[in-house]
Structure formats: C-alpha cells, structure tokens
C-alpha cells in the first residue's frame, strides 16, 4: 500500500471515528427521550385509572423548581394538551395522551435499534480499517528497512575500505560536548 492510500485510510478511520462519536451522542439523546416519555405515560395513565367523579389536586413541575397547582372538578376524565406534530396542538383525555406518548415510544425504540445498528457497524467498519491500516503501515516500514539494509550494503560493497575518510568528532566549547550553538 503506497504513502497516499495509507492516509487515505486514516482520514476514512477518523471519519467513521466521528460519525460513530455523533451516533453514540444520538443514542444517548434517544435513550432520554424514551424516559421522558416512559414517565409521561405513566403518570398520564395513572391519572386516567383514578376515580373521575371526585375532585382532584396536583402539582405539575414546569421546570427550574417551579411547580404549578392544578385542580380537575371531577365528573369525567381530565384533559391535557398534546403536540400532535409540525407544531400542531390539540386537547386530548388523558388516556388517549397516554396511548399517543406509548406509540411515540414505540417509534423512538424503532429508532434507537436502527441507531445502535448503525453505531456496531461502525464498530466494525473501524476495527477493520485500522487493522487494514496496521498492516499495511507494518509492511511499509519492513519495506523501507529492507530496501535501507539493500542500500548499505551496496554502498558498503561499492566504495572500497581504505577510501572512506575517518569521521570528524565534533567538540565544542566545554570539551567535547555538543551545545545548542553546535
């Protein structure tokens, strides 16, 4: 494998490298929507088991520590307000919220199989590449060491013994040093 396919692999490493970085980031993003929405049904379920005839009080969390009093009169089910989507909203009892959030999870778990899919073929799409990269960049080097010894050795055998001038030794200022001046 030649210097530019090496580095074409690495670049293609590095990009699936990314690629499953930003897969792992969507899983982890999934994974908490599915416990938002795992706790919205729930509680919109056991709303919707409750004993409608009688008056109900409760606290809705709207976030940063803020907490809302509600109050339901009673004489039927309660309602909420529900995204239907392209931010569409509509009324909705709370049993019919609570299907629509458990279909919604049944879609996010769809996609987050797909995304787990995705992230192992990645796995093993990196594994590969590097272990690609690994031995070609293994032989490369075996290469340059063998064609480095073929070289010597023909320039040891070519120039003759008494020709070879004798190597200089450097000194330097403090004896025979090297110093940065050097």
Known sequence: MEQSE??????????NRERFHEVQERIEQVIN?????????TILETLAKKNHNSEMKMHVSIGAGVTLTCQHPGGGEGSTIVDLGSGIFGER????AAALTRERMEELGSLLETLQSQSQQLEVTISTLAQSFTAAAEAQSKNEVIEH??????????SEPSSQKPKRRRGGMFGNELTLDD
């Open 6 to 15: 090496l580095q074409q692999t690495a670049r293609l490493v590095e990009m």
């Open 149 to 158: 010894e073929e070289q010597q050795e023909s320039q040891s055998s070519d």
């Open 93 to 96: 009892s709370w049993s019919d």
């Open 33 to 41: 929507v599915l416990g938002e929405h795992d706790v919205t049904a």
